[in-house]
């Protein structure tokens, strides 16, 4: 055995580890130098010597020294285990003792701790409080652009907070924000005020100018109205001379055409009766020689024709000169009815379109006699 009495040789000097006292000085070293001392001597053991490879004992011992090198790893794996779990088992009951002294400590330390923290938990809602108050009264504050109601209600409101004694060492810095956020609202309450008269001035004087334009409108749309009356007067007394000038030409056209109907109808007629004495002539005659016919042949039929033909001629002759009388007669009828209404106040035209629209029958529920 070596000086450290940690390493064992056999007769061959192959390192064994035999001393567990060693294995345990190694692990607790302060450094690695206990664990690497132990491992340079396996070392040293297991590579001093060169084993003839050509020889059977030869290899028999390469095999040997690689089996102790595994026992001494295994040995020392197993006690390196051994020692960490012991020290975990040890670690563990240090750490359960740990936590019931720092457990019962904390309570302890909350025991004793507890006026002085009832105190400052107080002392906080104390000086919260009496913040909120200063801070509601900075938010009694509004806009400008506020009515002077709203701005009067903020003050009123800011009047009623309690900046005395009851605010203790706030009471200062609660009465200087109370003064300071009065100066705003008054100066805010009064530009306020100056607005809204503005405002109110302003709007009467739109209002006025909006009564005087619908005044305005109203004088200029009665003058329109009046224009355009005077104008639909003007025309319809226009389209009724156009009427009028229209009846009257119309009626004239009307005369003029009878005029020359019945001068067509006088001469057809004069035609006529012309031809119509003629024929009763050219039928005398013819009697007259049907008369000498007869006396010569004896025929009275002959005579009987001849005097029938007469009779006709001169039925013919009496039907023309009946009509035309009484085409004469109509017309002086027409004349005469619209005489009587030119009489009552008709102008003339429309007194012959009248005539004339009452003799075709035009007109419901007159009629005219001739």
Request: net charge negative; glycine share 4%.
């Amino acid at each position: 055995m070596d000086g450290n009495a940690t390493i064992e040789r056999t007769s061959s000097d192959v390192a064994v580890i035999t001393n567990p006292d060693a294995l345990q000085a190694a692990f607790s070293a302060p450094d690695d130098d206990g664990l690497q001392r132990l491992l340079n001597q396996i070392k040293a053991g297991a590579t001093g010597e060169v084993p003839d490879l050509t020889t059977a004992k030869g290899r028999a011992r390469i095999a040997s020294l690689a089996a102790k090198v595994a026992s001494s790893k295994t040995t020392i794996d197993k006690f390196g285990k051994n020692l960490g779990a012991d020290m975990r088992a040890q670690i563990n009951a240090i750490n359960a003792r740990r936590n019931v002294a720092t457990e019962f400590l904390d309570n302890l330390k909350a025991e004793v701790r507890a006026p002085l923290t009832e105190w400052e938990e107080s002392e906080k809602k104390r000086i919260s409080g009496h913040e909120k108050t200063i801070a509601d009264i900075k938010d009694c504050v509004v806009s400008a652009d506020e009515p002077s109601a709203h701005i009067e209600r903020a003050i009123s409101h800011l009047r009623s907070f309690d900046t005395g004694e009851a605010m203790q060492e706030f009471q200062k810095q609660a009465e200087d924000a109370k003064s300071a956020t009065l100066l705003i609202l008054n100066d805010r309450l009064t530009a306020a005020k100056d607005r809204e008269q503005q405002q109110a001035e302003l709007a009467k004087l739109r209002a006025e100018a909006e009564e005087r334009r619908k005044a305005d409108e109203a004088r200029a749309l009665a003058e329109a109205e009046a224009t355009k009356a005077a104008e639909e007067k003007a025309a319809a007394e226009r389209r009724k001379e156009a009427e009028a000038k229209a009846i009257a030409d119309a009626a004239e056209q009307a005369r003029e055409d009878e005029r020359r109907k019945a001068e067509q109808a006088a001469a057809e007629n004069k035609a006529r009766v012309e031809k119509a004495e003629a024929d009763a002539i050219e039928a005398a005659r013819r009697a007259e020689k049907a008369e000498e016919d007869a006396k010569t042949t004896a025929s009275l039929a002959v005579a009987r024709e001849r005097a029938e033909a007469v009779e006709r001629a001169e039925q013919a002759a009496r039907q023309e000169r009946s009509r035309r009388e009484d085409a004469e007669h109509r017309k002086a009828v027409f004349q005469r009815a619209a005489d009587s209404l030119t009489a009552g106040g008709v102008s003339k035209s429309a007194s012959i379109k009248a005539v004339e629209l009452i003799a075709a029958g035009a007109v419901p529920n007159i009629t005219m006699s001739f």
